[in-house]
C-alpha cells in the first residue's frame, strides 16, 4: 500500500472517531489540496453545524464533504428543494447537477445570497437536497470567455477530478530527502522587462513560477532549457502570479514540453490568462508567425488550473504551503507567498504591484506572517522613475477631453484590454456623473468588453468601494448607458467616426495592431480630434513613433499597397494611469513590509531599473540586495 | 551521414591534398582529444620530417599516425630494427607491441634517449620499423601502482580504443545552440573545505570538475542530486585537478551513478587517484563502514582517465578547451584553465595551489592568455592564517632531531603519503648530506614508499632542479641510503623500535589509523623519543588530541578490550610544511596573476576564511570577489 493510500485511511479512522456514529464515511480522498470525504449522509453532516470546520482544523485540511453517489436524491427532486431554500432575490440562472459527485454548481446573480450567512443557506441545500452546491457568479456583462471556460470545464469534469486526484496524491507524498534547502533560479526577467519565470526550489520539490513572453523580442521564451527546470515533467507546480503575457504566455507552452501538473491561480487570472493566450494565438497567426502552440493547449492548461482565493493557505507540495494575496496590479493580480517545510523559510515572490490604492484595485498586500527573501519587480525602479500623481493625471486627461470636445472632435485612446481600460472607464464614468466633462458616449473596442465583463464576473477581487457599488446592479459603473461595445466591424466604426463627439478606448495599448488601425485611419486625419496616450510605449512600436511626433503613418492600402496617411490630430501623454507601482511606491512597499524581509531580488526591470532599486534599498534599509542576471541560481537557507 | 563523419571525410581530403601522393592515407579518426590517422606508408610519413607538425597546425588538432594493421611489420623484425635504433644507454626494459593499432609500447629507464633530440630517434623508430612508438619511464623505484595501472590499460586496451572514440565523436560534434553563456555551479567545497566538486557549463556543454569527500564528515558527497549536474550522463567532462581524496573520492562513485565519459587530469593524478581511492575503500573495509562504491569503479575511472600534460591544449567539448598549468601542491596537481567558446570567456579553477616554490615543485602557474573568471581555493584564506617560513621550519626540525639523536631517541612524524612525506625526505636526505644532522635511518611507512615511487616515476612534474638530478640516478635523493621502505610488518617496526636512533616518517598523517598507531605503542612510552606534526591536525582527530596534550592514547588490547597507553616521549609542532598557500600566498597569486580576473570566487575553506579571502581581494585589487555557498549557480558572460 502506498503511503498515501495509508495516510488516507489513517484520516479516514479520525474522521470516524470524531463524527457521530449515526453518519457513514464511505471513502475519503484527496482532491488537489483538498480533502473530499464521501458519505452515505450528507443530510446528517450538514446538520452538525461547525463539523467539517472542526475536521478541517484537527486535520489541517480543507475539507469538502460529497454525498455518496448511492444515496443521491434524484437531481429534479433536489431541483425541487433548492429551489425552495434559495430566495428568489438571489436570481439564480443555472443549476447544473452533476452526479458522479454529487455537486451542484448554482450560477446566480447574487452568489452571496445562495452562501448566506457564514455559510448557513449552503448547509441548508445540503439537509434539504442531499447534494453539495458550489456557487458562481452569472457575469452581470455576458462574458464569451468565462461562459466558455466554464462550459469547457464542465465537459472536462471527468478528466478533471483525475488530473485531481493525481496532483492531491502528488501534494501528499511522502517527503524524501534530510537535506534543508531553498533555492531560486531566474529563467528571465532579469535585467530585461518581460518573460518572467523562476524556478523555486527545495530538496523536494521544484515549483515554476510564471512563465512569460517578452514583448518587442523576437519570441524570445524564459530558459525553460535550464538543468534546473528539467525535464519539465518533474516540476510539481505552476503559480501564476497574474494573466498578462509577460507572466503568462508561454503556460500552455509547457503542457506542449511534457508538464502534466496543475497550475495555482485566481480565478480571474485563469479566465483571462485563456483570453489573453488565445489571442496571442490569432495575433501570431494573423501575423504570418507560427504560433508557439495551438489553442488545444490552452485548454490543457485551463483543465489544469487549481484557483485559489486570497488569503487560502494551501498545500501545494510536501514541504511548500502557497498563499495569495492581492497585488493590485490587474484582476486577479496575486503577491505569491511560499511557506517552506515546517517554518523553514518563506518567499515571496510579489509579481507586478501597484502599492497605492487605485480605482479599480486595492493596493498591494505587504503583509505576511514571515517572509525572509522578497522577489520584487523593479518596472519602474530606476532613480527617476517617479509618476504623476493620478489625481492629477486625471485632471489632465478631463481638461484634453474638453477641449476636444468644444471643438466638436473625438478623443481616441489606446489602450490594454485589461486593466488599464477598466481603470479608465471609471475615472469617465464618474467624470461625467459629476460633471466635470460633458456626458458623451464612450465607444471600446477590441477586447476590453470582454475584459471589462470578466471584471464584473469577479467583483471580489476589485477595490471595496467598486466591489460593494456592483453588488448593487443600478450603481455597477461598468453598466453605465455611455459605453458602448463596438461589435458592428467597420461599418460601426465609420457611423461613430462621422458622428458626434465622444471617447474612443482601442486596443492595441500601443498600436502593434487591432482596431486601434482604424481608429486612427478614420479619426486620423480631424484636426479637431486627439489622441492621448496613457499607457508606455515600447521602443519600436507605432505608438512610441506617434508620441515622439511622427505625423505620418503607413495604413494597409488596396492590393497589398502601403500608403500614407496625414495625421492632424492633436497627440497628447498622460501618465500616471500605470498598473505597476513607480519607484515611490516601490520603496513604500520595502518599507511598511511587515515583517521586513532579510534579502530582496529586484527582477523585472531593465538592468539600469534593478540595479538603482537594488541600491537604494540596500542603503535605505540595510537589507540584502541582488540585481540578478538570468540563469542565476540562489541559495537561501 | 553524422556531421562528424563528415567532418572526418573533410579531414581527410585535406590531409591528402598536403601530403605527397606516395602516401595512402586509409582511415581518419578521432580518439579522444586527437586525430588518428591511418596510413598505409608509416615509414614515408616520418620520412617527411615535420609533415605531421605542419598537418596539426593545419587542421588545429593534434593529430597520431599510425600503420595500417595490413603493412604491419611482423614484431619480430620490428624488435631487431628498433632495438638498432635506440641507445643502449636508455635502458630499455620492456617493448609492447599491439597489432591492432600499429603502436608499440616502449618501456625505458631514459624515454628522454628513446624520444631524441625533437623526436628525431621516434621518427627514426617508424622509419626503420614501421611502427608508432610511444614511451613511459621504467619506475626507478618499483611501484605496484605505475605497474598495476599499465597493466591494467594494456589489457582494457580494445575497450579504450572504443571509449576514446566515443568521446572524440563527442567532443567534435556540432555545436547546436545559439546562446551564449558560461555558468558555474557550486556542488561542494563552499564555506567548508572538502568534497571540491563544481559544475561548470555552457548552452552546449557541462564539465564535473572535482568530485571529493569531506573529511572528518559522515560520509557528505558533493551535491551530485542538483539540476545542474543531472542526468550524470548529460555530463560531457570530467576534470580532475589533482589526486588528494577531497577532490578525487567520489569519481569512481560517478560511474556507478551512470556517468560514462572521459577524465581528464595529469598522468601522475591517474596513477595516485588509482592508489588513494583504492586504500580509501580499504580503509572504510577495515572500519566496518560500507564503501560508497567497489575497487571495480576505480578501474572504470582509469579506464575513463585521459591524460593530459602541463600546457596541452585540448579540445574536450565543441566549445571547451582546457590546459593544465603546474599548481605546485602536489604530484601532478594542476591549475585547470577553460577556454570557452571561440574568444568568448576563460575560466581558471585554481584546485589546491601552492605559489611559492618548494623543495618538490616550482610554484603554482599563474600566467594565462586570458582569464576572466577564478575560482580559487582559500584553505588558509583567513585573515592571521600565515605560516612559518619553510626555511625556519627547516631549521626548527633539524634542531629537534638533534636534540632527540643526542639522547638516544628516536623521531616519529606522522605523515600524508602524498606530497607532505617527500618534501620532508628532501629535506632530511639534505640535511644528512650535509651534515647538519647526523646520518641515520629513515623508515618510511604506510603508503609513502608507494608515493615515492610514483613521484620517481614522473620526474617532468617535480621541481626543475629535483628533475635533473633524478634524470641522473646517482643524484637521485629519494634513491639515498637512509631511506628504508618498512615492509616487513610488525615484526621490523619492532626491531626498528628496539633499535638505533632514526626517524620514523609514517601514514597517517592525522594519526586517525595506519602504522602509525603502533609505531606510537613501541616508541610513544619512552621519554627520549619525540613526535613532531608537520602537517594540519583536524578537530576531532587523535593527531589533534596528542598535539593539544593529552598523554594517554587508547589502544586495542586482546579480547576487544581497549587499554590506555601512557606517552612520555616528547610532542612537537612545526608549521611551514604545508602544500597550501598561506593568506600571503594566495594574495600574491593574484596580485602577481596576468591577466588579472574581473571576479574571483573563493571556495575550498570554512566560512571565515573564504570571506576574510574575499574582502581582502575585494578591497585590494577591486575586483568582485564572492564567498559562494554549495549549490549556487554564477552566470558569467
Same mark, same amino acid.
Given at each position: 500500500? @502506498? ?27 484527496? =482532491? ?126 471527468? =478528466? ?37 519565470? #523562476? ?65 495555482? /491561480? ?20 494573423? =501575423? ?7 489553442? %488545444? ?54 509579481? &507586478? ?62 489602450? #490594454? ?69 463596438? &461589435? ?11 458622428? %458626434? ?11 502593434? +495592431? +487591432? ?12 484636426? &479637431? ?47 500616471? #494611469?500605470? +498598473? ?21 531580488? /529586484? ?10 532599486? @537594488? ?20 541559495? #537561501?537557507?
Amino acid at each position: 500500500m @502506498s503511503t498515501v493510500d495509508q495516510q488516507l485511511e489513517e484520516i479516514q479512522d479520525t474522521i470516524e472517531s470524531e463524527i457521530p456514529p449515526d453518519i457513514t464515511v464511505t471513502e475519503v480522498k484527496y =482532491e488537489g489540496p483538498e480533502l473530499v470525504v464521501y458519505t452515505r449522509d450528507p443530510k446528517q453532516f450538514a446538520q452538525n453545524g461547525d463539523l467539517i470546520r472542526r475536521l478541517a482544523s484537527k486535520l489541517r485540511k480543507r475539507i469538502t464533504v460529497r454525498p455518496d453517489p448511492d444515496v443521491l436524491t434524484p437531481p429534479d427532486q433536489a431541483r425541487a428543494a433548492i429551489e425552495d431554500v434559495i430566495p428568489e432575490e438571489a436570481g439564480v440562472t443555472d443549476l447544473d447537477f452533476h452526479e458522479d459527485t454529487g455537486e451542484v454548481v448554482i450560477e446566480a446573480q447574487k452568489p452571496g445570497m445562495v452562501i448566506g450567512r457564514h455559510g448557513s443557506t449552503l448547509r441548508e441545500i445540503t439537509q434539504e437536497a442531499g447534494w453539495t452546491p458550489e456557487v458562481v457568479r452569472t457575469p452581470p456583462i455576458e462574458s464569451s470567455t468565462v461562459k466558455n471556460v466554464r462550459n469547457f470545464l464542465k465537459h472536462e469534469r471527468e =478528466e478533471r477530478r483525475d488530473i485531481l486526484e493525481k496532483v492531491g496524491r502528488q501534494i501528499h507524498r511522502e517527503e524524501m530527502s534530510e537535506d534543508e534547502y531553498v533555492r531560486i533560479t531566474t529563467l528571465g526577467c532579469c535585467r530585461e522587462v518581460g518573460r518572467a519565470s #523562476f524556478i523555486l526550489s527545495t530538496p523536494e520539490t521544484r515549483i515554476l513560477v510564471d512563465c512569460g513572453d517578452k514583448p518587442g523580442s523576437e519570441g524570445e521564451v524564459p530558459y525553460l532549457q535550464a538543468p534546473e527546470a528539467n525535464p519539465l515533467n518533474s516540476i510539481d507546480a505552476v503559480v501564476l502570479t497574474h494573466a498578462h503575457l509577460d507572466h503568462s504566455a508561454f503556460i500552455p507552452l509547457l503542457f506542449k514540453y511534457g508538464y502534466d501538473g496543475p497550475i495555482y /491561480c485566481t480565478e480571474p487570472t485563469r479566465d483571462l490568462m485563456g483570453l489573453l493566450t488565445l489571442d496571442y494565438l490569432d495575433v501570431a497567426a494573423k =501575423e504570418g508567425r507560427t504560433p508557439p502552440y495551438e489553442s %488545444e493547449m490552452v485548454r490543457e492548461a485551463i483543465k489544469h488550473c487549481i484557483p485559489l482565493e486570497y488569503g487560502d493557505v494551501t498545500d501545494i507540495a510536501p514541504d511548500v504551503k502557497l498563499t495569495f494575496h492581492n497585488a493590485g496590479h490587474i484582476l486577479g493580480s496575486a503577491v505569491s507567498h511560499f511557506h517552506i517545510g515546517d517554518g523553514l523559510y518563506n518567499v515571496a515572490f510579489s509579481g &507586478d504591484i501597484h502599492y497605492e490604492d487605485t480605482r479599480l484595485f486595492n493596493g498591494a498586500v505587504n503583509d505576511f506572517p514571515r517572509v525572509e527573501t522578497l522577489v520584487m519587480e523593479s518596472t519602474y525602479g530606476g532613480r527617476n522613475d517617479y509618476q504623476t500623481d493620478q489625481a492629477d493625471s486625471e485632471e489632465k486627461l478631463k481638461e484634453l477631453i474638453n477641449e476636444t470636445y468644444e471643438k466638436e472632435g473625438k478623443v481616441l485612446i489606446p489602450a #490594454f484590454a485589461v486593466g488599464r481600460s477598466q481603470e479608465l472607464m471609471l475615472v469617465l464614468e464618474e467624470a461625467m456623473r459629476e460633471g466635470d466633462i460633458p456626458t458623451m458616449p464612450i465607444h471600446l473596442d477590441g477586447m476590453i468588453w470582454e475584459a471589462t465583463a470578466i471584471h464584473t464576473t469577479y467583483p471580489e477581487y476589485l477595490r471595496d468601494d467598486l466591489r460593494d457599488r456592483i453588488f448593487h446592479e443600478d450603481e455597477n459603473p461598468f453598466l453605465a448607458d455611455q459605453f458602448n461595445h463596438i &461589435d458592428g466591424g467597420e461599418e460601426e466604426r465609420m457611423d461613430v467616426a462621422e458622428g %458626434e463627439p465622444c471617447i474612443i478606448l482601442s486596443t492595441s495599448g500601443m498600436v502593434t +495592431g +487591432g482596431p486601434i488601425m482604424s481608429w486612427i485611419e478614420h479619426v486620423g486625419p480631424d484636426p &479637431d480630434s486627439r489622441m492621448v496616450f496613457v499607457g508606455y510605449q515600447a521602443q519600436g512600436t507605432l505608438g512610441r513613433r506617434i508620441q515622439s511626433g511622427r505625423d505620418e503613418v503607413p495604413i494597409g492600402g488596396g492590393g497589398g499597397r502601403t500608403e500614407h496617411l496625414k495625421l492632424n490630430m492633436d497627440v497628447d501623454t498622460v501618465d500616471g #494611469f500605470s +498598473g505597476h507601482a513607480d519607484r515611490q511606491g516601490l520603496e513604500d512597499f520595502v518599507r511598511t513590509m511587515n515583517p521586513r524581509p532579510e534579502k530582496v531580488l /529586484c527582477v523585472h526591470g531593465d538592468e539600469r531599473s534593478t540595479q538603482d532599486l @537594488s541600491s537604494a534599498l540596500y542603503h535605505e534599509f540595510n537589507m540584502r540586495t541582488f540585481a540578478p542576471k538570468n540563469l542565476e541560481t540562489f541559495r #537561501f537557507l
